[in-house]
């Protein structure tokens, strides 16, 4: 089992809830990561932080809006979501984001049902 | 952008045969490719990772191959086992990018 652990396991939303997905890592790591999986797109990167601070946003829509209170935990908060973001939700954490050979862990995901 | 290509995309093999999952990847300044394994519910597992200053890495039944001429790296599973039956994925991270772009995964399937 990995040291990054995700809650809930599974959200069942309708599209004008608010609901938010946490993530907190054990390890020590100062870089966090959300990633979408679909059948669609498998692994798609959303998010990055580093020491707390947000170094990358794909192009994410407005309505995913993560937070990072410090290197541990990382939020990501959902309003007004559509069908088609029903997908597993899944956090990573790594060393540090700067290093281009630093692994990355998973958590087990959250799968989000949006109706 | 880096991208990541990765073939096949489903894998079926007898128990006992060798499994073989390649990959291309086309940014050249990438150095660091890592193989996970996606069991049914659960998030990936690190299973084994290769460093551009390698060629070639053992881990037991596990073997990753990377040729940076030709940028493609390739996973090798010998002795397959039921238990290896999961969805793998490889992934390239170069210097100056801050996450891994994954290839769209390989679900493995062995047949007792």
């Known amino acids: 089992e990995t040291g990054v652990t995700q809650t809930p396991r599974h959200l069942v939303m309708g599209m004008t809830n608010k609901k938010s997905l946490k993530c907190e890592q054990h390890l020590g790591h100062n870089a966090m990561y959300w990633y979408k999986q679909s059948a669609k797109k498998p692994l798609e990167l959303m998010f990055v932080?580093?020491?707390?601070?947000?170094?990358e946003n794909n192009s994410v829509p407005s309505r995913f809006s993560p937070e990072c209170p410090n290197s541990s935990h990382l939020f990501l908060h959902l309003h007004t979501l559509q069908p088609e973001d029903s997908a597993l939700y899944l956090c990573?954490?790594?060393?540090?984001?700067?290093?281009?050979?630093?692994?990355?862990?998973f958590g087990p995901g959250t799968r989000l049902t949006v109706l | 952008g880096e991208n990541v290509e990765q073939h096949p995309s489903t894998l079926s093999v007898q128990e006992g045969d060798s499994a073989v999952i390649k990959c291309t990847y086309s940014?050249?300044?990438?150095?660091?490719f890592p193989w996970y394994k996606q069991e049914l519910g659960k998030g990936p597992q690190l299973i084994i990772d290769?460093?551009?200053?390698?060629g070639e890495k053992k881990d037991q039944r596990i073997a990753v191959t990377l040729n940076k001429t030709a940028k493609h790296f390739s996973l090798h599973i010998t002795e397959t086992q039921p238990e290896d039956s999961a969805v793998y994925f490889c992934?390239?991270?170069?210097?100056?990018?801050?996450?891994?772009?994954f290839g769209s995964g390989t679900r493995l399937q062995v047949q007792p």
């Open positions: 932080y580093n020491f707390k601070e947000q170094t």
């Open positions: 940014d050249s300044a990438s150095n660091y």
């Open positions: 290769i460093r551009s200053n390698v």
């Open positions: 990573a954490s790594s060393h540090s984001g700067g290093d281009s050979t630093d692994t990355q862990y």
């Open positions: 992934a390239a991270k170069g210097t100056g990018r801050r996450a891994l772009t």
